[in-house]
């Protein structure tokens, strides 16, 4: 387990505070077996084609509090990725129905002079006029490489302005060459929360905080019968809400590689239970994750009635989707814990997974319980998954694969991946909302999408006449993880 210490300014990064890796090829089974272990070795590539930057992910969570503002202390191209939540940010909006407001995301444009003669007084002269400006509750300071690697003193230049303000004015260290796992931006931004907007409870409220990126309102439904209220969390609440997330009954997370930080912290330091269970993907996680959310509220015999409730207009259509989608192969890329809970909702229909480029992997959460291990749970429940690759999108590996796998279709949770399938002639579908597949309702809802994936076979057919690809025939004909190579041990538990 690990812990949370709010008197660091700093979150450590998920390699060392979890032990989390990027690099593996095998089986799921083997990759558990070795995160139990305690022998689970991060494989070294020695040809890397890109990399994601923690930046963003601290970014995609703050910028979406709806009266705050946040400052990437950076170089303005550090921010290249921001238009693109703003697009995510209005369209929330909408789906919301609240007011629409663009985003208020500032940079402070740092320059080469800067990197020699420090940039701390940019920092203090840009935070000064975003509150001149945009009068927000809260300022949120992303850390850069550059910010990191000139050693300006954020932190103090944070605490300075805030006195002088009176808002929090919170630094958020999420360096981009910190970290090989883009994920520990996540934490880093609940770690600046955590530490300078949460407020000691002074009650409990009947609130449990959903921690989620910016799907629908799926929740409501669940809880309000059982007499609790939905709090989304981080995208779309307000700094005085955030105040309080530490007054809730419990924390759900729609995805521990998100939420693992902030599930943990909020319970080692305000005591708020987190549901520790796989996320409720398919029919067996969803109902331990209903049976373990029904103990932690005290609604087991509530949540009893649900089950059989839902099992029964469930369970008859997914025989159904069951016979059609019987032994169709499936291959799938996408984050770790919601690639894992995709595993799940594909074997309960019945297909066969062949294979999946999971962007890294947390041996454990920071709760240190393996009771919220999906992949575990996935192994257990549905046996083993072949040709299992921890990958950071490295595409030339998932080509690579692919091309040998040729399964019937290819699931994509990210944009940007899904080229790669239908260059290949392989029906591919991408799934953004993750909450599209939770609980019972996703199993049914992924197998309506596959079916009719599969029946459009001859859009990507016809594509992939017509289209060219940049690896050649030798790279195709190549051991995949040719570079994959030097095995750099991190075991430390
Ligand atoms: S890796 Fe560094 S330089 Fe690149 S976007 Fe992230 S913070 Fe900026």
């Known amino acids: 387990m690990s812990v949370i210490n709010l008197k660091e300014s700093e979150v450590q990064v998920r390699e060392v505070r979890l032990g989390s890796i990027t690099g593996f090829e095998g089986t799921a089974g083997q990759l558990v077996q070795c995160a139990r272990s305690g022998s689970l070795k991060d494989s070294v590539r020695s040809f890397s084609q890109c990399m994601g930057c923690s930046s963003i992910n601290a970014f995609c969570q703050l910028c979406m509090i709806q009266d705050a503002a946040v400052i990437n202390h950076a170089p303005v191209g550090c921010a290249g990725d921001v238009f693109c939540f703003n697009f995510v940010y209005r369209v929330g909006q909408m789906e919301r129905k609240l007011p629409p407001a663009i985003g208020r995301y500032f940079s402070t444009n740092i320059q080469e002079q800067d990197t020699i003669f420090g940039a701390t007084q940019k920092l203090a002269d840009t935070i000064r006029a975003v509150y001149q400006r945009v009068g927000p509750n809260a300022i949120f300071i992303t850390t850069s490489c550059a910010s990191g690697i000139i050693g300006d003193d954020v932190e103090g230049v944070a605490n300075d302005l805030a006195a002088e303000l009176g808002i929090p004015v919170v630094a958020c260290f999420c360096e981009g060459f910190k970290s090989k796992i883009w994920t520990t931006g996540f934490d880093s931004a609940y770690h600046s929360i955590v530490r300078k907007i949460v407020k000691p409870p002074q009650k409990k409220s009947n609130k449990v905080n959903i921690i989620n990126f910016w799907g629908s309102r799926i929740f409501d439904e669940l809880l309000n019968p059982l007499g609790y ?8 609440s307000t700094i005085a809400q955030l105040e309080h997330i530490s007054e809730a009954a419990a924390t759900i997370q729609i995805c521990p590689t998100l939420g693992t930080y902030i599930g943990a912290a909020l319970e080692q330091v305000y005591g708020v239970p987190e549901i520790k269970s796989p996320p409720a993907y398919g029919i067996a996680g969803t109902d331990q994750w209903l049976r373990e959310l029904g103990r932690v509220l005290d609604r087991q015999t509530e949540i009893e009635e649900i089950i059989a409730k839902e099992h029964e207009r469930v369970l008859p259509k997914l025989r159904e989707y069951r016979e059609k989608l019987q032994g169709k192969t499936a291959y799938l890329t996408a984050g770790a814990a919601h690639g894992h809970s995709l595993i799940a909702v594909l074997r309960e229909l019945g297909m066969e997974v062949q294979g999946a480029a999971i962007f890294h ?97 001859e859009f990507v057919t016809n594509l ?7 690896y050649r025939k030798w790279w195709l004909e190549q051991n995949p993880f040719s570079f994959l190579r030097g095995d750099l041990d991190v075991g430390f538990y």
């Open 229 to 236: 209220e939905a709090d989304y969390i981080v995208p779309f």
């Open 361 to 457: 992997h947390d041996p454990i959460y920071d709760s240190g319980d393996i009771a919220s291990d999906a992949l575990a749970h996935d192994v257990n429940t549905y046996g083993d998954v072949p040709n299992y690759n921890v990958c950071n999108k490295q595409a030339y590996e998932l080509v690579n694969i692919l091309n040998r796998v040729r399964p019937d279709i290819m699931i994509a949770r990210h944009g940007g991946m899904t080229l790669w399938g239908a260059k290949l002639g392989i029906p591919t579908l991408l799934i953004g909302d993750e909450q599209f597949g939770f609980g019972y309702q996703g199993v049914l809802n992924y197998a309506e999408r596959i079916l009719e994936t599969l029946d459009n076979k």
């Open 464 to 470: 992939a006449k017509h289209s060219t690809m940049p």
